[in-house]
């Protein structure tokens, strides 16, 4: 394989994860050296769709890697599921800790990712929508790019609560405690797509191959991802 470069976008939960992902892959390709991006899934797409050079998107909902689908962004016949991730509700250590959503629409100040584009806001506004909480919760929701922005807020007590995924609570365990898990429609899970008209097509396969093997699954799941 020639030397070059491999640029993946990833949505933001997975920044620690790809981040020791991108180090094993490039130590299994030396010729090959991995730029990551990482934000909100939604933003991801919309960078790719003006034109960002992206070769892999990894998304953190099916809803978001359907729009870039929608929109003819990426290589429809190797998407794959690839992790899991649960939402959970976060308070800075040491907080009293609320054990309900009814107990969430009560705080002051909750955290909350943007529900138009990130995947983890949108997950709990239905959260919220179903417990027929949304319309109370609003006026006390503090908006943020992302889920990683989210527990920043969390972590420097600058907010009551957020909703986060368990992995991104994982990773500031020693600033942040998990309240509860939050129940969701449905299964989240992260696929992963080549992007349509990359220059490094063989390379972007190669990467979505090495992050289904043993090695990198055992990398994930001590990042706190499950199975798809």
């Known amino acids: 394989m020639a030397a070059g470069e491999l640029t993946v976008s990833a949505a933001a939960s997975l920044t620690n994860a790809f981040r020791e992902l991108a180090t094993q892959f490039e130590a299994r390709h030396a010729n090959m050296q991995v730029q990551l991006n990482f934000a909100g899934s939604g933003a991801l797409v919309q960078q790719i769709a003006l034109g960002a050079p992206v070769d892999v998107l990894a998304c953190a909902d099916e809803a978001t890697m359907d729009r870039a689908q929608q929109q003819g962004l990426i290589d429809v016949t190797q998407r794959r599921d690839f992790a899991s991730n649960q939402l959970v509700v976060i308070v800075p250590k040491g907080d009293k800790a609320p054990g309900s959503l009814d107990e969430i629409a009560q705080l002051e100040r909750v955290a909350i990712a943007r529900p138009a584009s990130v995947p983890v806001g949108r997950y709990a506004q239905i959260a919220l929508d179903q417990a027929g909480l949304w319309n109370a919760i609003q006026p006390r929701v503090i908006g943020a790019q992302s889920a990683r ?57 190669l990467f979505i191959d090495f992050i289904h093997s043993p090695e990198a699954r055992a990398v994930l799941a001590k990042h706190g991802f499950g199975m798809p």
């Open 149 to 205: 922005q989210v527990l920043d807020y969390v972590a420097r007590g600058e907010v009551d609560a957020g909703f986060v995924y368990a992995t991104d609570a994982a990773a500031m365990s020693d600033k942040v405690s998990v309240a509860f898990m939050v129940s969701s429609s449905g299964p989240i899970l992260y696929p992963v797509a080549p992007v349509k008209g990359s220059s490094a097509r063989e390379e972007a396969a």
